[in-house]
T-cell receptor
Framework: QKEVEQDPGPLSVPEGAIVSLNCTYSNSAFQYFMWYRQYSRKGPELLMYTYSSGNKEDGRFTAQVDKSSKYISLFIRDSQPSDSATYLCAMKWGGSEKLVFGKGTKLTVNP | GAVVSQHPSWVICKSGTSVKIECRSLDFQATTMFWYRQFPKQSLMLMATSNEGSKATYEQGVEKDKFLINHASLTLSTLTVTSAHPEDSSFYIC?????????????FGPGTRLTVL
């Protein structure tokens, strides 16, 4: 079993839809959770960074962490074609510098 | 804030030559920098971790003599691919951590596409 599981998709939605992206993990030591967005041929861009269970909102993006279920989600409201990218979840445990990444989910928002 | 740059953005070289890639944190001091490699449609593969002024720590299976990493200052790390071969063609991405006030998550550069002929 991999430490971090993420459905690679692809996921295709119409403009304006609510998008739900998810990752599960097996290591209960993970304490910090991140979502990155990566456009084709570009480096990942940090979208959300959380370190506790619950929700964190930033504009159209909401990150949700459920440590009891070892499950994290990223919700995108009112999705736009410019949201079309690959979304990577990442996590780390306290005291470690390394990130453990999911495989990434490729999202396409159709106008 | 938290801007990381890489140079060059793309490079083509002949087999057997060496290529240097620079990674700079532009608006913060990076205590740690990381080098990743990414193949098409795959996730990031960590190659090595470097701290300013000390030797890099390489991941298992990464040849330290082939991928030379120097972290000369708190804002600059370099990756040199020595005696490059076509199988070294890939997308190389650096990241940096240590931005004051935001914990120690990683901020990524835009990546360098290396093609070895």
């Amino acid at each position: 079993q991999k430490e971090v599981e993420q459905d690679p998709g692809p996921l295709s939605v119409p403009e304006g839809a609510i998008v739900s992206l998810n990752c599960t993990y097996s290591n209960s030591a993970f304490q910090y959770f991140m979502w990155y967005r990566q456009y084709s041929r570009k480096g990942p861009e940090l979208l959300m960074y959380t370190y506790s269970s619950g929700n964190k909102e930033d504009g159209r993006f909401t990150a949700q962490v459920d440590k009891s279920s070892k499950y994290i989600s990223l919700f995108i409201r009112d999705s736009q074609p410019s949201d079309s990218a690959t979304y990577l979840c990442a996590m780390k445990w306290g005291g470690s510098e390394k990130l453990v990444f999911g495989k990434g989910t490729k999202l396409t928002v159709n106008p | 804030g938290a801007v990381v740059s890489q140079h060059p953005s793309w490079v083509i070289c002949k087999s057997g030559t060496s290529v240097k890639i620079e990674c700079r944190s532009l608006d913060f001091q990076a205590t740690t920098m990381f080098w990743y490699r990414q193949f098409p449609k795959q996730s990031l593969m960590l190659m090595a971790t470097s701290n300013e002024g000390s030797k890099a720590t390489y991941e298992q299976g990464v040849e330290k003599d082939k991928f030379l990493i120097n972290h000369a200052s708190l804002t600059l790390s370099t990756l040199t691919v020595t005696s490059a071969h076509p199988e070294d063609s890939s997308f190389y991405i650096c990241s940096a951590s240590g931005r004051e006030g935001l914990g120690d998550t990683q901020y990524f550069g835009p990546g360098t596409r290396l093609t070895v002929l």
